[in-house]
């Protein structure tokens, strides 16, 4: 599995951006029971998840601190799957990135983690006035 990651950029304070994550599946390889998400990193701190989607029945899994400003859905083609960010501010600055993990072990609250599998390259989010 590959994962394809874009729509970052540069964004002002209040800015909206949607992020893009797109699977690429070898022939045969099955991705049930998953959960394609998002996770980032900013600057000097820990990687931290944001949301993932379920491909069962696109049950939505958040961040709680980000639910209501990021929002979390899937394409038509089912394997791309995106971020709208909304309202963005300077501690949105991050590198983003997509991943697919086991549905079974999301974790959701206060923070939202799940067991990875494959990882997408990051997508540089950066907000400044």
């Known amino acids: 599995v590959q994962l394809q990651a874009s729509g970052g950029g540069l964004a002002r304070p209040g800015w909206s951006l949607r992020l893009s994550c797109t699977a690429s599946?070898?022939?045969?390889?099955?991705?049930?029971?998953?959960?394609q998400g998002w996770f980032r990193q900013a600057p000097g701190k820990e990687r931290e998840g944001i949301a993932c989607?379920?491909?069962?029945?696109?049950?939505?899994y958040y961040r709680d601190s980000l639910r209501g400003r990021f929002t979390i859905s899937r394409g038509e083609t089912k394997t791309t799957v995106y971020l709208q960010m909304k309202d963005l501010q300077p501690e949105d600055t991050a590198v983003y990135y997509c991943?697919?993990?086991?549905?079974?072990?999301?974790?959701?609250?206060?923070?939202?983690?799940?067991?990875?599998?494959?990882w997408g390259q990051g997508t540089l989010v950066t907000v400044s006035s």
């Open positions: 991943a697919i993990g086991d549905l079974q072990t999301v974790e959701y609250g206060a923070a939202l983690e799940y067991q990875v599998a494959f």
């Open positions: 599946v070898t022939p045969g390889f099955s991705l049930d029971s998953s959960c």
């Open positions: 989607i379920s491909d069962l029945s696109d049950g939505t």
